[in-house]
């Protein structure tokens, strides 16, 4: 099994609803991450979490929320999406301690019709 | 404010030629510097680090070396393969660890 899973791996929706994101690692660190993904923009970073009771936005948080279940569990919603949030999202963690190295899942493709 | 600039892409190479992409920042303190490289439908990957001034990453043929002077962070591979196509980035640490991305640089070698 991959170190960090995220589902779904691609969804197509409609302008107007809600959709979730979800997020899960083996690695067990303690940070988590989302970022979005668009073409010549790089990744830039939504909300991250430096532990469970921790929640901090991002550069580009608005439209987004997101909610840290367990140490192993970050979910990212769209409470009401739009086209321009159609995008490819990552997860990522990282260790406490030492440089930030981040392990990235295998992304999630968002279509907002 | 901390950023990540890199050249622009896409950039095509023939097998076995010399690989350059240039990477400079801005930001304050001494960050650590990253690449990370992204495979056709997947994940970035960590590709090298280093967390110091004058600091060598290397990994898999790939070099870059942290220039403090001239806030850089060039990445070079003496001899490319097919297998290295690819997007890179350029990434710091911000003093806030938080780690930003550069935009990516798409590289395509031809056999």
């Known amino acids: 099994d991959a170190d960090v899973t995220q589902t779904p791996r691609n969804r197509i929706t409609k302008t107007g609803k809600r959709i979730m994101l979800e997020c899960s690692q083996t690695k067990g660190h303690d940070r988590m991450y989302w970022y979005r993904q668009d073409p010549g923009l790089g990744l830039r970073l939504i909300y991250y979490?430096?532990?469970?009771?921790?929640?901090n936005k991002g550069e580009i948080s608005d439209g987004y929320s997101v909610s840290r279940q367990a140490q192993a569990k970050f979910s990212l919603s769209l409470e009401s999406a739009i086209p321009n949030q159609t995008a490819l999202y990552f997860c990522?963690?990282?260790?406490?301690?030492?440089?930030?190295?981040?392990?990235f899942g295998a992304g999630s493709r968002l279509t907002v019709l | 404010g901390n950023s990540v600039t890199q050249m622009e892409g896409p950039v095509t190479l023939s097998e076995e030629a010399f690989l350059t992409i240039n990477c400079t920042y801005t930001a304050t303190g001494y960050p650590s510097l990253f690449w990370y490289v992204q495979y056709p439908g997947e994940g970035l990957q960590l590709l090298l680090k280093a967390t110091k001034a004058d600091d060598k990453g290397s990994n898999k043929g790939f070099e870059a070396t942290y220039r403090k002077e001239t806030t850089s962070f060039h990445l070079e591979k003496g001899s490319v393969q097919v297998s290295d196509s690819a997007v890179y980035f350029c990434a710091l640490e911000t003093s806030y660890d938080k780690v930003i991305f550069g935009p990516g640089t798409s590289l395509s070698v031809i056999p």
């Open positions: 990522a963690t990282s260790p406490s301690s030492g440089a930030n190295v981040l392990t």
């Open positions: 979490s430096f532990d469970v009771k921790d929640i």
